[in-house]
């Protein structure tokens, strides 16, 4: 984990920006977003630059050595707790451990928060099965875009 660069949203290339939407935009990657639509470079860039003044919203992408695995994010950031978020680069393969690793120390080594919390899709067996070996556990759900997901926590003591 000592090769693992995080490179916060702000300080990215225009190339950077471009890669990182062209992730997202990626049909494997966006089925498990809420917006599912594809999201438009300007929209995209636009994006990018609230997140300059923004106090409880940060985003990076995680690189090892020179290669991209993907990105991270934590959103409604307080002294207790935080949401979190990633999705890999859709060119590589078994990242979601390593990426979801550095989440967590960010979170409770960086950000000193005690609680983490997560959504994912019922429906993404493969992200949930990772979330609950790592220790989340599951404590409510709701319905989003027609289906199920999971609301799970992970508090720092417990990991």
């Not at 060119?91 to 960086?110: A, D, Q, R």
């Amino acid at each position: 984990m000592d090769t693992i660069e995080l490179v916060n949203f702000k300080d990215l290339t225009f190339t950077e920006k471009v890669m990182v939407l062209s992730w997202r935009n990626n049909p494997h990657i966006k089925k498990w977003m809420y917006n599912t639509q594809t999201i438009p470079l300007k929209e995209h860039l636009q994006f990018i630059d609230t997140l300059k003044n923004s106090k409880d919203k940060q985003y990076f992408v995680v690189k090892e050595k020179e290669h991209y695995l993907g990105v991270i994010d934590f959103c409604n950031i307080t002294k207790e707790s935080l949401e979190i978020g990633l999705y890999k680069n859709p060119n590589t393969h078994n990242v979601g451990k390593v990426l979801l690793t550095t989440i967590l120390n960010y979170s409770f080594e960086v950000l000193k928060v005690n609680i983490v919390l997560s959504e994912v899709f019922e429906s993404n067996k493969k992200a949930y099965d990772l979330y609950i070996s790592i220790g989340f556990k599951p404590f409510s759900s709701k319905i989003i875009n027609n289906k199920k997901v999971i609301c799970m926590e992970l508090e720092n003591e417990n990991r």
